[in-house]
Structures are given as C-alpha cells and as structure tokens.
C-alpha cells in the first residue's frame, strides 16, 4: 500500500514535469470499501506524502469516500512555470529533432514479470518468488520517477515541445505529431533500452519499448543543434538524453530500422 501511495503521486507529478514545471500542491482523495484494512489507507497515505515531501510538494487536502466497488485514487497536482517557458506537446516542427530521457521498456518488463508470477500460480506473488533480474524490472513499474529536474531543465534551455511516456513511445510521438501538425520518424536502432533487457526478454524487448509505456520519462522535440548542445552540456546527475528521430513534413509515424533506413517489418522478424 505503501508503494501505491508514492506512484500515484509519482504518475501526477510526471505530467507537470511533462510541462518544465515546479510541483507547489497535490490533492488526494481515496474511495474504498468499508472492509478495507485501515493500516492499508494509512500506508498508503504514508507512501504519499513522503513522496510529496521529497518533490517538495505541499498536500492541501482530498477526501475519503465510501464505495461499493474497488479502490480507487485520485491525485490532482499543480505546479507552476516561468512566463512563456512551459512545455506543451503542439510546439515542434518539421526538422526538429525527437529525443527521450532515460531509458524504456523496464515498467513493461516488470509487468511481464508479474503475469508470470501469476500464472505460475504463486500466492499473492511473493517478491522472493522472482530472481533477482526480474525483479529490477518490478521495481521499474512498481516505483517509477517524475522526471522533474529534467523538465525544468528542458524549459530553461529553451524547449517548448514535451510530454511524458505514459501509454508508450509510439503513442505519445503520435500524439505529439498531431498536436503540431506534422509527422515524426521513429529510428529502431536508436531506443535506448536498460541493460540486460534484450538477454531477459529476447522477443519482446522491442514491443517493451516502443509501446510498453509507464516509463514516465519525457519526450522532447527542438532543433538538432539545441539538442546537441543540451546534450554536451547536460547535468551527469540527470536521466541521459537520446535522438530517437526526428519531426517531418505529413502526419503519422513511420518506424525505421534506422535513420534513412526501411521499415523494420522488412528487415527483421524481431519487430512487431
């Protein structure tokens, strides 16, 4: 319950690192069945608040409510941003380079490791049930990061297209893309990946990446030149920057095997 309460916040405060913002207040509200373990609503009202107070998040208020059905939390998040320097999804251009922070396809990899606790037959899927390997990529989807200090370093250097990859990178490319009226080239070859996911996952590392999503890094778009000299110049104590591609005249998205490659269907059987 703990953990629960620290992600969801954490899932919140993505979308404000997904504009350059700072977090200033949070609201939660929790609606449980009466039979549900009192321990369990404090724990998770632990797991919150320490994550609030870490990001420097103040937690005004929320509400506890009565319901027939399952759990459910609600986190709303505010935050605020220098005049004019805010990131938004609808600010790239043909041209622009289309680059990631971190790494993707761990938070996927960790719920591939859990459905196969389960379907193992593993009561409640005790932590000791995986090896050490699976459960790096657990602790990925189970904890995951706002990448705030990236944001905010983003909108300081002068980008203004962003968002975070919560449904997977394909998805928010498309997203992007269509935002800002124009296409983007997705280069294969280029998706960083966490170490070891190509040996653990040999047929699936790629669908992890592309489309796994709950990374909860940021995706940005800004001219080649500023791109690379964010990247000479970025702090070592932030999630590395990565050109994945980059933003074209159309719409949609195209996957390459690589830049000014073929698409990867016809090259590898690997991609799906």
């Known amino acids: ?20 913002a700072a977090p200033a207040w949070c609201t939660a509200t929790l609606c449980a069945p009466g039979s549900t373990e009192l321990e369990d609503v404090l724990e998770i009202q632990r797991g919150l608040v320490a ?10 208020g929320g509400d506890l409510s009565d319901t027939p059905g399952g759990l459910v939390i609600d986190v709303a998040v505010g935050g605020t941003a220098a005049p004019g320097r805010w990131l938004r999804r609808g600010a790239a251009s043909p041209g622009d380079a289309m680059a990631v922070t971190g790494c993707l396809g761990a938070a996927a990899a960790g719920v591939a490791a859990l459905r196969l606790a389960e379907f193992s037959g593993l009561d409640g899927i005790p932590d000791n049930s995986l090896s050490d ?69 040999p047929d699936e590392w790629r669908g992890f990446a592309l489309a796994g999503g709950e990374d909860f890094e940021l995706v940005f778009c800004a001219p080649p030149d500023t791109v690379s000299g964010l990247a ?3 702090p070592a104590e932030l999630a590395p920057l990565h050109v994945v591609g980059r933003m074209t005249e159309g719409a949609g998205v195209v996957l390459l095997d690589r830049e000014n490659g073929s698409p990867p269907h016809a090259r590898s059987r690997h991609w799906r």
């Open 51 to 60: 994550a609030a107070a870490e990001a420097g998040c103040a937690v005004a």
């Open 232 to 234: 000479g110049a970025w």
């Open 1 to 20: 319950p703990r953990a629960l309460g620290r992600r969801a916040l954490t899932v919140a405060l993505s979308d404000l690192a997904a504009m350059g």
């Open 133 to 201: 390997e699976l459960l790096r990529w657990v602790a990925a989807f189970r904890a995951p990061v706002a990448r705030l200090d990236e944001g905010q370093h983003l909108a300081a250097a002068g980008v203004r297209c962003a968002g975070d990859i919560s449904d997977g990178l394909v998805v928010e490319c498309a997203r992007t893309a269509a935002a800002s009226g124009c296409g983007v080239e997705l280069w294969g070859d280029r998706v960083p990946v966490p170490e070891g996911l190509r040996e653990q996952f």
